[in-house]
C-alpha cells in the first residue's frame, strides 16, 4: 500500500504552539496480524522519507532499509506489519514548511520551530488512527534513533522493543556546527529570500552547498580515502583548473544537486533545528537515567566504529543511561569503513543482530 | 621593519603557465648577521599571512605565532632573523588574483592555477633579491607545513634544518571535501559573478560559510564540547527559532563573517586548490622517500593527537619516509583538546621543541 496520508486534527508542539492541522503521509508492508501486535515502526533519519521498502516517487530509486526490510527479512514482512511515516517538518507529504498554513499559502518560515518529540507524537497519533496501541518494536537510525529513543521515553507502554541505530540522546557541539554551516549556506542564497521561495526559483545553489557539508559528515575519512583516495574524474592530469578535477568533487557535487531535486530547504532548516534542540537529559533534570526509569522496554543499541557524526561513545552513554534505569539492554559496536552511512548499507553484523533482537 | 614587498620578475609555474611579474610582500624580524646564516623562513597556513610577530594591518591583532616568534622565544629574536612572506596566491601584497594583471584589471579568475612548489619558489626569489643563499630554518605549520616539506624537497641545499608542524606530504580526500565544500560555497554566492567583484559587492556571504566549514575542521570535538558543549548564547531557554541559540552558532557566525572582513574570496579559492593538489610523493613516482634521497637537512615533525584535519598518522608516513632517505628526523605528538588549531596556541611542549631543534 503506497501514497498514503492521514488527517490528524491539531497537534499542540514543545514550543506551546498548535499546529491547526496535522496531516502524516506514510508508507506501510507486511500484514497488520488480527490483535494488532505485530506493528514495527520504523523511524527515518533527517534526509529520508517514508520509502523505507518502496520505489521513492521521485527518484525512482528502492527504498533506503531494503536491507532490512522484506519477507524473510530481519524486519520480516511474512510475520510483521511495518509503518513509515515521514516526520514532521519533512516534505514528502507530512505537515511541514512546504504545506499549506491556514491562509492557504505555503507555511514557508511561517512554519513553528519543531522538536524530534513532537515528531513522535505526531506519529503517535497515526498509531491512534491506525488503531494500533502497543508496537512490537520501534526501529531507526541517525535521526532515526532520536525518534526511537524519544518513543520509549514518552511512551513506554506502547514500545515492546526499542532499536536505535548510530545515535545519540543528544546532539554534540560538533554536529550543531555542521548543521549551521548549512543552514547559514541555505539562507545566504538570495533565492532562499527568507523562505518565500514556492512561487520562484528554490535556493538549490545553498541547499546544495549545505548537503555536501552535511554529506562529508556520514562518511569515514578511511572510506573516502578507499572509495576515492586522490584518484582524478575522467582524466589523466590535473587541469589547473576549478573543474572536478578530483572525483571526489564530482561525487560531492553530484550529492548536493541531485539532493535539491527531493528535498525542500526550508525542510532542512527546521529538521536539522530538531536535531539540534535534541538531549533527552536535559528533558530530564539533565539526567538521562531518569527518562527511563521503570521501563519495561527491551532495548538494542548499535553503533558503528568509523562513525565520527554519533560515535560509540555516544551510544555508550545511552546504554549506560539504560543501565542505570534498571532496563534490559544489548550494544553492539559493528565494524565498517564505511562511517555514520553503515546504517543505511550492509554491514555485516547488522542483518542478525536486527533479526535476533525482534525475535 | 614592516610593510615590505619586493618586484621579483616572471615566475614560471608548474602549470607551465609565466607570471609576467612576481611581488612578495613580507615582513621580518629581528637582524641578519654579517655572514648571512642567522636566517629562518616562516611559512604560513591558508588564511594567514606575513604578519606572524606583529600587528595586523586590518584587525589590528597581534601576530598569529608570538608565542613562538619574540626576543627570548623559541624562534629567538635576539640570534635569529625571522622572514614571513605573504604567500602567492594571496590578498595582503603579494601577487594574486586581486593584484593587477597586465591589462591593469585585478586577474580574478584569470589567474593561473598555483601549487605549494611555485608558492616555495616565490619565497625562494625573494630569499635570491634578499642575499640569502641558506637559511637555518623554515618553520611552518599546516598549509605553512606543507611549503617547509616542499623547501627541503626543491632546495635541500639552502635549508638546513626543517620543522613541519601539523601537516601532510598530501591532501587526503576528505580535506578536498571540505575544501570543495567551501569553493562551492563561494562559486554559489552571485557577488561571486565569476571571481569578477572587484569593482561590485563581495562575496562574502558564501565566503562566510566556506569560513565555518574549513573552521570546523580546525578545532577538536572535544575541544569544542570543552569551549562549547551545548550552551545557550546570551538566554535562559531555546528561542524555538534560527537565531543562534547555542554559542557555537553565535561562535560559528562570529567566525565567517570577521574572516571576510581581512580575505579575498578568490584567493580562498586559489589557495585552497593549491593544498587539494599537494601531493609530495606523486611528484617523486609515488615514493614520499625519493623526494628526500641524500639529503642534509635535519627535520624536526610535529603532530598534535586531537587534529584530525592532518592526523598523527599523516606525520607519520613523513617521519617514515624521511627514515628511508636517511635524512636526520625528530618526530613528537602533542597532546592537545584544540585540534588542529593546537599549532597556533601555547600548546605546552611546542616551545621548548621548536627551541631545542633550532639549537
Known amino acids: 500500500m503506497a501514497g498514503q496520508a492521514r488527517v490528524l486534527g491539531a497537534l499542540t508542539l514543545d514550543s506551546g504552539e498548535v499546529l491547526p492541522e496535522l496531516t502524516v503521509a506514510y508508507e506501510t508492508y507486511g500484514t497488520l496480524n488480527e490483535d494488532r501486535s505485530n506493528a514495527i515502526l520504523v523511524c527515518h533519519a533527517l534526509t529520508m522519507d517514508q520509502y523505507a521498502a518502496s520505489t521513492h516517487p521521485i527518484t525512482g530509486k528502492p527504498g533506503w532499509w531494503l536491507n532490512l526490510i522484506g519477507p524473510g527479512k530481519p524486519i520480516d514482512l511474512d510475520r510483521y506489519f511495518v509503518i513509515c511515516p ?69 511512551y513506554p507502554e506502547r514500545v515492546r522493543n526499542a532499536a536505535a541505530i548510530a545515535t545519540a540522546a543528544r546532539h554534540s557541539a560538533q554536529n550543531i556546527a555542521f548543521h549551521e554551516v548549512g543552514r547559514q549556506a541555505i539562507m545566504a542564497d538570495p533565492h532562499w529570500a527568507g523562505g518565500d521561495y514556492y512561487e520562484g526559483t528554490p535556493p538549490t545553489s545553498g541547499l546544495a552547498v549545505a548537503r555536501m557539508a552535511a554529506h562529508i559528515t556520514y562518511l569515514s575519512e578511511a572510506g573516502l580515502t578507499e572509495k576515492f583516495g586522490r584518484r582524478l574524474q575522467d582524466r589523466d592530469a590535473k587541469s589547473f583548473g576549478f573543474d572536478a578535477d578530483f572525483q571526489i568533487e564530482s561525487y560531492l557535487r553530484h550529492q548536493g544537486v541531485s539532493f535539491t531535486d527531493r528535498f525542500d530547504a526550508n525542510s532542512y532548516l527546521y529538521i536539522t533545528r530538531a536535531m539540534d534542540y535534541f538531549d533527552l537529559a536535559e528533558a530530564h533534570g539533565g539526567k538521562l537515567a531518569a527518562a527511563y526509569e521503570g521501563t519495561s522496554t527491551r532495548f538494542c543499541v548499535v553503533s558503528f566504529d568509523t562513525d565520527w557524526l554519533y560515535p560509540t561513545s555516544e551510544s555508550r552513554e545511552i546504554v549506560h543511561a539504560l543501565m542505570a534505569a534498571g532496563a534490559e539492554v544489548s550494544f553492539v559496536e559493528l565494524s565498517s569503513p564505511f562511517g555514520h552511512d553503515a546504517f543505511l548499507l550492509n554491514t555485516p553484523g547488522m542483518d542478525q543482530i536486527v533479526a535476533g533482537f525482534l525475535g
Open 86 to 154: 515521514n516526520v514532521l517538518g519533512s516534505c514528502l507529504g507530512t505537515t511541514g514548511p512546504t504545506s499549506p498554513a491556514p491562509d492557504g499559502k505555503p507555511w514557508g518560515m511561517r512554519f513553528p520551530v519543531i522538536t524530534i518529540a513532537d515528531m513522535v507524537r505526531a506519529q503517535a497519533k497515526l498509531l491512534d488512527a491506525l488503531g494500533i496501541e502497543q508496537l512490537h518494536a520501534v526501529v531507526g537510525g541517525s535521526m532515526g534513533g532520536m525518534q526511537v529513543l524519544s518513543w520509549a521515553a514518552l
